[in-house]
């Protein structure tokens, strides 16, 4: 399978139907995607990119970004769309660097964080192997890398999905068959229009997803879930500022493992969330990310995830490229 929830746009760039496409990434929905399917996917900082016309799902962690077949063509694109946009209340009003200026192939100096919570349990070795692979090539071109720690990891997907299914479960309140979504032609009352809209216009996940966030921000529940969720977010981002500090960029696996077959997890929900253990915390810390290709395992793409600081997406872009010129990873297909 090619990813969530972009894997549409991801699946479309790896087979060339399109030359680029846009993605909406939460929590790793264009990262995960983009490894999943051997491209570059890049999600910006929280507020970079205008989120006017996109369905919202949680409005604290939604992003729009590129997917591209190569990091070249994922800055022209970030310079196309990134701005302020005034009917964006989270749009950031910054000045807009000039990304393709940034892609210099120099990485002398430069520091680089390995969190030890990317690399440990649950990391498919091969996938491990191929990380450390691209830091031996950064290495070669005159970076310098050590092992960090982000302490509040583990907590991630568990503050992330009481905070964004709570989100959703506000954000999707209007789609009540009258105004937005599927309308039910088997309803005698409005009564019946709102439940059956709903019952037939949302699928599983998605009931799941509001049903959850519905409790946690029921009465009595409200401060023991979703406060409690918004103060681990706090400890997330502030792991990353300690990181920050003194290094320049954190890099580690952009998934567990390579893409898994159709139906192979859907029965385990947990197990699926879990394949975002890497880039939930990056969506609640609110800063840029990119996944490129790095290899392959079983003939299926691995992404590495490079991570750096909010509105910094020039270093990003400039240590992806980097890499990029100096393997052909980002050229070949999987054999499927």
């Known amino acids: 399978m090619p990813g969530g929830s972009s894997g549409g746009s991801a699946a479309a760039v790896a087979a060339g139907e399109v030359y680029f496409a846009l993605g909406s990434d939460t929590g790793g929905s264009i990262r995960q995607p983009a490894a999943y399917c051997g491209i570059v996917g ?7 990119v205008s989120r006017y016309g996109l ?6 962690l939604d992003q729009i970004g590129p997917l591209t077949k190569n ?13 302020y946009d005034p009917k964006d209340s989270t749009s950031a009003n910054v000045d807009i660097p000039d990304y393709l200026s940034a ?7 430069l520091r680089i964080g390995v969190p030890k919570e990317y ?14 692979e691209a830091l031996k090539v950064l290495e070669g071109l005159g970076a310098v890398w050590e092992e960090v720690t982000l302490p509040h990891t583990e907590y991630a997907v568990a503050a992330y999905y009481l905070l964004a299914s709570s989100e959703a479960s506000s954000n999707l309140a209007r789609f009540d068959g009258v105004r937005y979504g599927v309308r039910s032609d088997n309803a005698r009352n409005l009564l019946d229009l709102y439940h059956m809209s709903r019952s037939e216009g949302f699928g599983p996940e998605v009931k ?7 409790y946690a921000l029921s009465s009595g529940y409200y401060d023991a879930y979703y406060l409690k969720a918004q103060q681990v977010r706090t400890l997330i981002k502030q792991d990353f500022d300690q990181v920050f500090e003194k290094y320049d ?18 029965e385990d929900p947990l197990t699926m969330y879990m394949n975002d253990i890497m880039t939930i915390p990056v969506s609640l810390a609110g800063i840029p990310a990119i996944s490129v290709p790095c290899g392959f ?16 997406e020039a270093t990003l872009l400039r240590v992806a490229h980097a890499y990029e010129q100096h393997t052909d990873h980002h050229k070949q297909r999987p054999q499927l």
Request: charge should be positive; proline fraction near 7%; charged fraction near 15%.
């Open 42 to 48: 890049l999600k910006p900082t929280y507020g970079l």
């Open 55 to 60: 369905v919202a799902f949680a409005s604290s």
């Open 71 to 83: 990091v070249e063509d994922s800055a022209y694109l970030l310079q196309a769309i990134a701005g």
């Open 103 to 109: 892609l210099t192939g120099d990485v002398k100096g």
């Open 119 to 132: 690399m440990g349990n649950g990391i498919d070795p091969a996938v491990k192997e191929k990380v450390l």
């Open 208 to 214: 799941r997803r509001i049903m959850l966030g519905t």
């Open 249 to 266: 960029i954190i890099i580690g696996p952009t998934a567990p493992t390579p893409a898994f077959k159709i139906g192979e997890q859907s």
């Open 297 to 312: 395992v079983n003939g299926l793409p691995v992404g590495l995830q490079v991570i750096g600081k909010a509105l910094d």
